[in-house]
């Protein structure tokens, strides 16, 4: 990391990170290109190992991409915020936190660790877990798509605007 002063190794700010980001761009291999697609996630901590789970469809492109390589990025940013520090443009900055992070992506078939992620995803985004809500037909569960990606590694930075310092 180029900046080491901005790099954040605090366990609270990057948990605290994650629970208030709820969009993940994940990049895959592809032909020509690399292909990014933003999506919403539920998580765990393993140890210090962290797991993302997404769901989707169970075909299309996302789906080629990890069949082809299942090795894929992930970033999730907050915090965005301009920084007038002067009267010139060099003086200017931009505050945010983000996260970046690599790993193994793989598909889930068996229905309770699917039930699992996807009990974690909706405890991420609504603040309640499956249970809270009527059970999934087992047709639905069935043709969902779920996506468990392992982080070998990851980072987080921050620049922090100087009202929150």
Known sequence: MRRKEREVTDWETIQELLKHCHIVRIA???ETYPYVVPVNF???WIGQQLILYIHGAAHGKKVRCIEKNAHVSVEMDRKHRLIEA???APEYSY???SFIGYGQ???INDVHEKMHALDLLM???TGKGLTG?????KQTL???GVIKIILDDFSCKENLHPDEK
């Open 42 to 44: 539920g998580y765990e």
């Open 142 to 144: 069935k043709n969902t």
């Open 28 to 30: 895959m291999f592809d």
């Open 86 to 88: 002067g009267t010139n």
């Open 123 to 125: 405890s991420h985004e």
């Open 105 to 107: 992506a793989e598909f």
């Open 133 to 137: 809500y009527d059970p999934l037909p």
């Open 95 to 97: 505050a945010y936190q």
